[in-house]
């Protein structure tokens, strides 16, 4: 108790799950915003256990289930896990929930793909639709003579059309009474329409709660804060970093302040510029006002090293830069980050089938048997070795030493055509079929609308060795990330580094912005899209933020800087041409 009445993070996060609890309660639907560190997910869960305890029982009995969609596989099984997969609650990613409820109507499908004008010459092609099966597959929109195929994402977009239909409204509140919507500000745009119109503007039909947080849209078009008729509910707590950053993050959104559990903690947040840099800038279409590629790599790694002896753990320390260029460049893989160009947190996520298959599966296996741990890799291979000879064990050994030698000097397709034919490992059934999408065209070229399978195509052809690098990469194995892929995670000390790399994303405009609030239609969007993203990097770390500037900072920039900062932790780093 006393611990509670001492700690303001507690005692703010309390009063926000007590709003949500009444709003259940009196079946109101209600919008959590929750800034970073603010434990949206731990509010998201209470509210399910709460529903469980008083309405599970009764919801099982007549057949139907709280909706929580979610927006990743990761999300999705951590709340599943929570709630230890209770019957009365369906958690899924918003392509698995639709298509749950999609599948059912058959007809209705059929009909959705006919009014697909931009489909018809493929319909026509494939023999029309007639009373083929609708299935969902996550190649690419096909039309055969058994059946037709949708695409990744045609779902979300099928779904919302379907909820125009007065009958399939009724049957989804029937179905689904509740539905909790995480990560509400990313999730489909036309779902996330279709529940406000046909739901939540009419207010009938099912309670919907929203979690998430406008500031941290840094996936779809849409940046400002959409309008929802419903109860609004601020969290205004900080659990993960400490006061000093916290401060900061508090004087950059001063109508959602966050209270800490412990003001008194240790902490840091600084900002460093090279204004004083007199030498040649950059100036191209992604990059205006940057230090030269060489002179920004040399500065941040000198920053870093001071930062060392200034007490932080490099160890525990992640790099975050703007894209995966950049990152890519450095690193080792900068074919593949051209292939996945505009799509980069596919692998950075492991969505992609192909990128999860290598990271879990392959590279695992091939790092065990180098170090001559055979119990992990087997465990890796998920089965028991069938060895009952010796040439059983000549035979792994010499397949495992193709793969190794295909690793390092053959390209991703040599090695997935190896696993094809000696199945250790054998690719998983989303990769087979892209290979199998490959093998129908015949040599024919791909079509426009089967991008995936075009990445794919291209992704066969590069060097493996990308991958190695890449894998590293992804499984956290070097000290840096982009700006993008870090979102919902932390880390004890974080160094933000703000340059040039992509012009969707001016640093020293949104600095600017920021204190003269001067916005026009022309630099609205470029505002809100820059400073979510901002916002997500600089709430990660626990402990230590630094962020560096390498482009020229305008007089006004400067201004917001050490107003956001505090003048005392803002430093003019010395940069020579050397």
Request: net charge neutral; aromatic share 8%.
């Amino acid at each position: 108790m006393n611990e509670t009445i001492n700690n303001p993070a507690i005692i703010a996060a309390q009063k926000a799950q007590r709003k949500i609890n009444e709003a259940i309660d009196a079946g109101d639907s209600f919008r959590l915003e929750a800034g970073a560190g603010a434990g949206k997910t731990y509010s998201l869960v209470a509210a399910l256990k709460r529903l469980i305890e008083k309405q599970g029982p009764d919801l099982v009995q007549a057949g139907q289930q709280v909706a929580c969609i979610t927006y990743t596989e990761v999300a999705r099984n951590e709340i599943a896990q929570e709630i230890e997969d209770h019957p009365a609650i369906l958690v899924n990613t918003i392509h698995g929930f639709s298509w749950g409820f999609l599948r059912q109507f058959q007809k209705a499908l059929r009909e959705l793909v006919l009014e697909m004008d931009d489909r018809k010459e493929k319909i026509e092609q494939g023999g029309g639709v007639g009373s083929k099966p609708v299935d969902y597959d996550l190649g690419f929109f096909g039309v055969d003579t058994n059946r037709v195929t949708l695409s990744h994402d045609d779902i979300p977009a099928m779904m919302a059309r379907l909820l125009q239909n007065k009958k399939f409204q009724l049957m989804f509140a029937q179905q689904f009474p509740v539905i909790f919507i995480d990560e509400y500000q990313d999730t489909h745009r036309q779902f996330m329409e279709a529940i406000t119109n046909h739901f939540l503007t009419p207010a009938t039909g099912p309670l919907v709660g929203l979690f998430g947080d406008h500031w941290q849209t840094i996936y779809r078009s849409e940046y400002e804060l959409a309008e929802y008729p419903i109860k609004q509910i601020p969290k205004g707590s900080n659990f993960r970093s400490a006061p000093a950053i916290v401060k900061v993050l508090n004087k950059l959104r001063p109508e959602l302040r966050q209270a800490v559990p412990d003001p008194n903690a240790k902490g840091e947040a600084r900002f460093f510029h090279t204004n004083g840099y007199t030498g040649r800038r950059t100036n191209d279409a992604h990059s205006k006002e940057d230090l030269p590629p060489d002179l920004a790599r040399r500065t941040r790694e000198d920053l870093m090293q001071r930062l060392q002896g200034e007490g932080w753990d490099l160890s525990s320390t992640k790099v975050l830069m703007l894209t995966h260029n950049v990152l890519a460049a450095e690193q080792g893989y900068p074919k593949l980050a051209k292939i996945y160009s505009g799509r980069n947190e596919q692998f950075a996520k492991k969505e992609d089938p192909v990128i999860k298959f290598f990271a879990e599966a392959v590279e695992p296996i091939c790092e065990a048997y180098c170090a001559s741990r055979y119990g992990d890799m087997f465990r890796a291979f998920g089965t028991n070795p069938t060895i009952t000879q010796h040439s059983d064990k000549i035979s792994w050994r010499r397949d495992l030493d193709t793969l190794q030698r295909l690793r390092t000097k053959g390209t991703v397709g040599q090695v997935i055509d190896h696993l094809k034919a000696t199945g250790r490992p054998l690719p998983p059934d989303r990769v087979m079929r892209r290979e199998e999408e490959l093998n129908t065209l015949n040599g024919a070229p791909i079509p426009d609308d089967a991008p995936a399978l075009r990445r794919y195509d291209s992704l066969r052809n590069i060097s493996y060795g990308e991958v190695i690098e890449l894998v590293k990469f992804v499984e956290n194995q070097t000290a840096f990330a982009t700006q993008h892929s870090v979102k919902g995670a932390q880390f004890e000390n974080v160094l933000v580094v703000l340059g040039g790399g992509w012009n969707h994303y001016n640093w020293p405009q949104l600095l600017e912005l920021i204190e003269t609030n001067a916005l026009t239609a022309k630099n609205t969007k470029g505002f809100y899209r820059a400073r979510n993203l901002f916002y997500v990097s600089i709430s990660r770390p626990i402990t230590r933020l630094a962020v560096l500037a390498t482009q020229t900072m305008p007089d006004h920039a400067l201004k917001a800087i050490n107003r956001l900062f505090g003048s005392d932790n803002v430093e003019e780093l010395p940069i020579s041409r050397n």
